[in-house]
């Protein structure tokens, strides 16, 4: 899966200057930066539409029914959702932080 949006490239960027993934394959580095990219835009998401409210969860609900594409999707969140990009911040650091809350 090629990252669709901007804010996926970001963070796919700040992942790789994070991590060494020299001990894995091109194949292995791509899947984990997608699965990782995914796991962290999926929790923004869903934090950032329970903190904006039902009103803007049900928008978001209708356009999910129409099968939009990522830059629909990516505008209804800078149009609906102005403090994403906070949350996003937040949640790329809870990630971060895993291996160390693990120990």
């Not at 911040?89 to 120990?103: L, P, S, V, Y």
């Amino acid at each position: 899966m090629e990252p669709n949006t901007q804010t996926d490239l970001n963070i796919r960027e700040a992942l790789e200057s994070f991590y060494d993934f020299s001990d894995y394959s091109s194949e292995d580095k791509e899947r984990l930066l997608d699965e990782s990219t995914d796991m962290i835009m999926e929790a923004s998401l869903i934090r950032s539409l329970d903190r904006a409210g039902e009103a803007t969860q049900e928008k978001f609900d209708a356009l999910m029914e129409t099968d939009p594409d990522a830059d629909t999707v990516a505008k209804f969140i800078e149009e609906n959702i102005p403090f994403f990009g906070e949350v996003l911040q937040e949640e790329f650091t809870i990630f971060q932080n895993i291996d160390k809350e693990a120990e």
